[in-house]
């Protein structure tokens, strides 16, 4: 069994969408007070990835007003952060005597214990949404309410990190399996903690495990997004992040093997792609090898052979003929 569920209006008339989306919504996080000028055929998507304590939730929808009131909150507060990710669409967020405008790109923190008003905009809007125990996030919650209805940059820096983990896990999802739950949770918080203590200027706070993991997975998007850069080596992604090569090294000891070795494999992954895409096949194997830093193509057919037993040009044409 996956561990996504999906969900559409789609299955009811449309008159009956809006009711069904307001009990999904309320069932998948919390109960709000919706209300739309769509609700007389209201249709969204929901899609959930059930890591355990931690949920992450991708959903499209017309525009809506939520309210979360004090009562409701006395009703049922499941005690939970919910941060939202605006992926397109515009926005708008209340909360802890702040109000602002989020625009896409953005991620906004909100406490299910507090009242909270907000709402999206606009003829569809799509969104991540991460929810986890306020007891999971290893910063003090009278420090995090210091950020709610905040928006914060998802598209670049350290928030680019969380956000581009977030739509890979996504995209992922249906690879993954129940083993693969706590290391997937874990990546997951301790980024939102990175991406909230650096906001907030009090990344002391978390546990070194916790910084630790938050920087490895910084410094692979890093590599990841300068494989074509033949100059990237373990020095340059140090400075690159401030850091010792030592500390560098140090950071990629759980991954049981060495940052240019990893580099290297990955650059080899983005070769084996390219060499199998049809689309590719006129481009000479030298240069699907220079594209990704290999700007010796005997050192990249050396490498690519040590890795797969077989040479760049050989792997192409046994790929042709299958």
């Avoid at 983990?165 to 999802?173: F, N, P, Y």
């Amino acid at each position: 069994m996956g561990l996504t569920s999906e969900f559409t209006t789609a299955v009811v008339p449309a008159a009956e969408r809006f009711a069904l989306w307001s009990e999904l919504a309320a069932q998948s996080h919390v109960r709000n007070w919706l209300r739309s000028e769509c609700a007389e055929d209201f249709d969204a998507r929901l899609r959930v990835l059930d890591l355990g304590d931690v949920r992450v939730s991708t959903l499209t929808y017309p525009s809506v007003e939520i309210t979360r009131t004090p009562r409701l909150i006395r009703q049922d507060d499941p005690e939970v952060y919910q941060v939202n990710v605006l992926m397109s669409g515009r926005g708008h967020a209340a909360q802890g005597g702040r109000e602002a405008a989020v625009r896409a790109g953005e991620l906004v923190l909100v406490d299910s214990g507090l009242p909270f008003e907000g709402g999206f905009d606009g003829e569809l809007s799509s969104m991540t949404v991460v929810q986890l125990p306020r007891t999971r996030l290893p910063l003090p919650q009278a420090v995090v309410q210091r950020v709610t209805a905040t928006p914060i940059a998802a598209d670049r820096g350290l928030g680019g990190v969380f956000g581009r983990w977030l739509a890979d896990l996504d995209a992922r999802a249906d690879e993954c399996a129940p083993g693969d739950i706590p290391a997937l949770a874990s990546v997951t918080v301790d980024l939102l903690a990175a991406v909230l203590g650096r906001r907030l200027a009090v990344e002391e706070e978390m546990s070194p495990e916790s910084r630790k993991q938050a920087l490895r997975v910084e410094v692979c998007d890093f590599i990841n997004r300068h494989l074509s850069d033949p100059s990237l080596s373990p020095a340059t992604v140090a400075a690159a992040h401030r850091i010792s090569l030592r500390h560098l090294h140090q950071v990629f000891d759980s991954r049981g093997t060495t940052v240019a070795a990893w580099i290297r494999s990955r650059r080899l992954d983005c070769c084996r792609r390219d060499l199998a895409d049809p689309a590719l096949r006129r481009r000479p194997v030298y240069a699907i090898g220079a594209r990704w830093g290999f700007i010796e193509p005997s050192h990249f057919s050396r490498a690519f052979r040590a890795a797969y037993g077989i040479s760049p040009r050989d792997y192409r044409e046994a790929v042709r003929s299958r």
